[in-house]
């Protein structure tokens, strides 16, 4: 019987310790909760310019913010109307490099955890940069344009090899290659998409994604914000007189 008491309190004290932390972390989920309501607006802030050559970048403003590991971040492209917003695929991270689709919209990116949800948005549409048109215009004048890039990701794996590649847009397809060898080559067609690079890091204002065709796929890293803005605006332009809608993984939802 001594045995049996001895048991009966060793559960009662487990069951009291695991009451114990319950009870502190849902403490902790109430003050976080009391501090979200009560400046809610000031928690979490957009850094970077609304323009296509700037990174938005979450930040938290006051120790009440959680940490944004710790939370799930989605960021939404609002019709030129604002009436309506898309999810942007993949784009889940606290850093966004606004890309020439991006123009003329107002950006939105929303943290939420543990039932609380803050939404932040761009102060005005993204706007386009002055020396982009200059250089498209000297882009266009060309029958080809090559841009070094050095790949980052390939079929959604880290790509060890920092060496330069050059990825060829035609006006009737996009070449990536090193020296002879021919990474990808493929015609504009549905299945070939193009975007900006949404993963966040550092160089995203940089990196744009490009699926050649379904199962191969690329994140490329350009040596400017300018060649890669440009790449893109000439890619889709060429698409397009090809009858084809050269964008990123459901962005035909706003166009």
């Avoid at 990701?153 to 880290?158: K, S």
Wanted: proline share 3%; charged share 25%; hydrophobic share 35%.
């Amino acid at each position: 019987q001594v045995a049996d008491i001895e048991n009966e309190l060793r559960e009662l004290r487990q069951q009291v310790i695991e009451k114990s932390a319950i009870s502190a972390d849902l403490q902790n989920q109430l003050e976080t909760r009391k501090n979200f309501d009560g400046n809610i607006s000031s928690v979490y802030e957009l850094t970077g310019s609304a323009a296509i050559d700037s990174m938005l970048r979450i930040q938290p403003r006051t120790e009440a913010a959680l940490e944004l590991g710790k939370c799930s971040i989605q960021w939404f492209r609002l019709s030129s109307q604002c009436s309506r917003r898309e999810p942007i695929l993949g784009a889940n991270k606290s850093v966004y490099a606004p890309e020439p689709i991006d123009v003329g919209r107002v950006l939105q990116a929303d943290i939420c955890s543990n039932g609380l949800k803050v939404t932040l948005t761009t102060p005005k549409p993204i706007m386009q940069v002055m020396y982009l048109e200059n250089y498209l215009e000297t882009l266009v004048r060309k029958q080809n344009s090559d841009f070094n890039v050095v790949i980052s990701q390939m079929n959604g794996r880290n790509y060890t090899s920092n060496s330069t590649h050059v990825f060829h847009i035609g006006k009737t397809r996009i070449k990536l290659s090193r020296g002879w060898i021919t990474k990808a080559r493929e015609s504009y067609s549905k299945p070939m998409q193009l975007c900006g690079f949404r993963g966040g890091g550092n160089c995203a204002s940089k990196s744009l994604f490009w699926q050649a065709r379904k199962g191969q796929n690329f994140v490329l890293v350009f040596e400017s914000e300018q060649e890669r803005n440009g790449a893109l605006i000439l890619a889709r332009r060429y698409a397009s007189e090809c009858n084809v809608l050269l964008v990123g993984p459901d962005d035909d939802a706003l166009i």
